[in-house]
């Protein structure tokens, strides 16, 4: 879900991580700049009874990675991907 809602792809360092503790599912979700200079991170954790809980909680740690500025780091890396892409035509 973090991904998905980040339109995250193999060419951006997003990575999500979910445990199971103590009858809750805690997921912590990461993205960032190539370089590593800069790393946003969001951790969420809640009681997970079916899917669509599951599902608010990676949108929640997706959200909160959006409020720290995520989208511009996917879409500069996206960008830079494309036009890196049209030169090898």
């Known amino acids: 879900m973090v991904s998905r809602a980040l339109g995250g792809s193999c060419e951006v360092p ?7 503790r103590a009858g809750e599912l805690y997921l912590t979700g990461r993205v960032s ?4 200079k800069r790393v ?3 951790e969420e954790r809640g ?8 599902l608010a909680l990676g949108r929640a740690v ?3 990675l959006e409020a720290q500025g995520a989208l511009e780091i996917v879409q500069a ?4 991907s494309q ?7």
Do not use: I, P
Request: hydrophobic share 55%; aromatic share 2%; charged share 15%.
């Open 62 to 64: 997706s959200d909160e």
């Open 47 to 54: 009681a997970v009874m079916s899917v669509a809980d599951a």
């Open 33 to 36: 700049t190539t370089d590593g």
């Open 77 to 80: 890396l996206l960008a830079g």
């Open 83 to 89: 036009a890196a892409g049209k030169g090898d035509a």
């Open 14 to 20: 997003l990575a999500a991580h979910a445990v199971w």
């Open 40 to 42: 946003l991170t969001a």
